[in-house]
């Protein structure tokens, strides 16, 4: 994919995950994507484990990071 067309470029999945988590909460993010590593006992260490590994998890939460990215702006 072009690097101009790629919004996530540079952006490192952790900063990603820490803005999330710092806007909706570990508890909101969960109702919003359902995945178990955001519902028991999440961490950061646990679901960036999680997500490098599951490309269809990392998917929806590069998605939600771009819609909260335009919110934002």
């Not at 690097?3 to 995950?17: A, E, M, Q, S």
């Not at 909460?25 to 109702?31: C, D, H, P, V």
Request: charged letters at 30%; a positive charge.
């Amino acid at each position: 994919m072009d690097n101009f067309n790629n919004h996530l470029h540079g952006v490192k999945l952790v900063d990603i995950l820490e803005a999330l988590v710092e806007h909706y909460s570990w508890e909101q993010l969960a109702i919003k994507i359902n995945i178990n590593c955001f519902k028991k006992k999440p961490s950061i260490k646990s679901s960036l484990k999680f997500l490098r590994k599951t490309q269809w998890a990392r998917d929806k939460v590069e998605k939600l990071y771009l819609e909260l990215d335009t919110i934002k702006k």
